[in-house]
């Protein structure tokens, strides 16, 4: 588990600190510490650190995010992200975290992204692609299953004058392809930040995440489904209605069948040029001894019935 990183306290400024205040302690920290000239103990590891933290202060999408955690984690603090953590948050990219120069307590938060702005020179004089930005979204299992367009609104970091970081929302219009799997990007042309001297903007990149669904997990484009049977639907076999992300079909459970069974529905989990499937796993539920009716028939399987669920263990 990676160790929490206090930036504020790493560069020594306040949490409220100006970003030109923080650009001047920066060049004072990297001449002090940098490894070709400097004298000071461990002075590559100082080096880094402050490089990490710099590049998150300096930044409005990380600071901002980074400020949500609040001021009462502590340096060297065992450290998990929150739940949902960058939900909805735009992220700029860094070409020295993708090299792998931070500590696993960057990359928890703010993971591996997109590069930097692209310079670009011609006759007119120096342009510079904007930065490709990610950010994660949730969307709901039947989006991937049927695809169509979708209203998402992003949080975007924004530097005022007095360099102070605050979150302006950001509503998007994006086409939700049929079929998107848990992980995969949506790549927007564009959408990204803004480029200089007429560059180009980069592009905005969406890493999709399903919510939790209240019957189906998903796992690539195959679904599965925990599927309540009785003890006589099972014993005897039967034909039961199950749900599918398509609407409910009829499932024809096995005499015999046991709880944990797994049975496949080809076909019917998400879309892709080879469907997915759904596995349905069988789960036997009893019904409630709370009557004596319900206690009488029990009584009479116990007496009646040779079952010994333990005969295997002996």
Not at 159 to 162: I, S, T
């Given at each position: 588990m990676?160790?929490?990183?206090?930036?504020?306290?790493?560069?020594?400024?306040?949490?409220?600190?100006?970003q030109d205040e923080l650009k001047r302690v920066y060049r004072r920290l990297a001449r002090k510490f940098h490894p070709d000239v400097s004298?000071?103990?461990?002075?590559?590891?100082?080096?880094?650190?402050?490089?990490?933290?710099?590049?998150?202060?300096k930044d409005p999408q990380k600071r901002a995010a980074y400020d949500q955690l609040g001021s009462n984690w502590r340096q060297g603090q065992e450290f998990r992200p929150p739940p949902e953590w960058g939900q909805n948050f735009e992220f700029s990219g860094s070409q020295f975290a993708e090299e792998g120069g931070f500590s696993d307590f960057f990359s928890s938060l703010f993971g591996?992204?997109?590069?930097?702005?692209?310079?670009?020179?011609?006759?007119?004089?120096?342009?510079?692609?904007?930065?490709?930005?990610?950010?994660?979204?949730?969307?709901?299992?039947?989006?991937?299953?049927?695809?169509?367009?979708?209203t998402i609104e992003l949080k975007g970091p924004q530097?005022?004058?007095?360099g102070r970081v605050t979150v302006q929302p950001r509503t998007l219009k994006i086409t939700i392809p049929a079929g998107i799997v848990e992980g995969q990007r949506i790549r927007?042309?564009?959408?990204?930040s803004p480029g200089?001297?007429?560059?180009?903007?980069?592009?905005?990149?969406?890493?999709?995440?399903?919510?939790?669904?209240?019957?189906?997990?998903?796992?690539?484009?195959?679904?599965?489904?925990?599927l309540p049977v009785a003890p006589w639907e099972a014993a005897l076999g039967a034909t039961v209605p199950t749900p599918t992300l398509a609407g409910p079909v009829d499932l024809r459970i096995p005499p015999n069948a046991k709880s944990g069974q797994r049975m496949r529905l080809k076909g019917r989990g998400l879309p892709g040029s080879t469907p997915g499937d759904q596995y349905v796993v069988l789960k036997i539920v009893l019904p409630p001894s709370d009557s004596p009716q319900a206690r009488e028939l029990y009584e009479r399987m116990q007496r009646e019935l040779p079952f010994d669920p333990r005969a295997e263990l002996e």
């Open positions: 990676p160790e929490y990183k206090d930036y504020y306290k790493i560069m020594g400024v306040a949490r409220d600190v100006g004298k000071e103990a461990n002075a590559e590891a100082h080096f880094k650190e402050v490089q990490e933290a710099y590049e998150v202060l591996q992204r997109p590069g930097g702005g692209r310079a670009r020179g011609g006759a007119r004089g120096f342009a510079m692609a904007g930065d490709d930005q990610v950010a994660s979204i949730e969307i709901d299992l039947e989006d991937s299953f049927h695809g169509g367009s979708k530097m005022g004058d007095d927007l042309a564009g959408q990204g200089q001297g007429g560059g180009p903007s980069g592009d905005l990149y969406l890493e999709v995440h399903f919510r939790k669904h209240r019957l189906f997990t998903a796992e690539g484009r195959d679904v599965t489904l925990s």
